[in-house]
């Protein structure tokens, strides 16, 4: 039983130094993410908001399989499943919150955030994108009263100019800052396996040397004895 709890709570090993990092990196961000979804869906059951605890409990399914496609080598798919699910359940849960004005709205950093370690550019441009539109969304439909909250009249459409001049710019931000530390522990991975690498040769020619000089010595005993 342990031994199968340490299989699935160990990071998948690749040979590959950049794809161990992203995979350690993409299943801790999982299981932190599966840990935290899962105490805020009890606490938004206690509190009686249901559709918003099963909103979150889907998301806890969706990361799950995500986690399960990491473990398997998809890497990428999984990265992407984690932030777009994100994103998704914020959206979803300020639609049937107070909207624009909810303190969820405070994910969508993360989202960015976790887009910006996990993804690629592509990836990235995507989520941002999805993420500006989801802000404007839910501005819209606050404006025309699909959802009502008591802060309504004070929504506009130029809320959606101002959110996606934030957003854009903590993009950018995120993403040269993001940029920066992968390289630097990436590079710093490959400089341990060099000289990883580099010790294991020189203990290995090391061991070489010791060899011949053990059947030099034996050949110098057998040629006395032999005298």
Not at 1 to 26: C, G, H, N
Not at 197 to 216: C, D, F, I, P, S
């Amino acid at each position: 039983m342990y031994e199968r709890i340490s299989y699935w709570l160990t990071p998948p090993k690749f040979e590959d130094a950049d794809r161990q990092w992203y995979a350690r990196v993409t299943q801790s961000l999982s299981l932190t993410l599966l840990v935290a979804a899962i105490v805020a869906a009890m606490v938004t059951f206690f509190r009686g908001e249901d559709r918003g605890g099963v909103i979150i409990l889907c998301g806890v399914l969706l990361i799950l399989g995500a986690y399960i496609l990491n473990r398997r080598g998809n890497i990428r798919l999984a990265s992407f499943i984690v932030v777009f699910v994100l994103l998704f359940v914020t959206t979803m849960l300020l639609a049937v919150g107070n909207g624009i004005h909810d303190l969820v709205i405070m994910l969508y950093p993360v989202v960015l955030i976790l887009a910006s370690v996990l993804l690629d550019r592509q990836g990235f441009s995507i989520i941002v994108s999805l993420t500006v539109i989801s802000t404007a969304l839910i501005v819209v439909l606050e404006v025309n009263q699909v959802i009502v909250t008591p802060l309504s009249a004070t929504t506009d459409y130029g809320d959606i100019v101002i959110l996606a001049i934030i957003l854009v710019i903590t993009a950018i931000t995120l993403r040269f800052l993001a940029d920066n530390l992968k390289e630097s522990l990436l590079r710093a991975q490959r400089n341990e396996r060099a000289v990883s690498e580099a010790n294991k040769r020189l203990q290995e020619e090391g061991n070489e040397r010791a060899r011949r000089m053990r059947r030099v010595q034996l050949q110098q005993a057998a040629l006395v004895e032999l005298a």
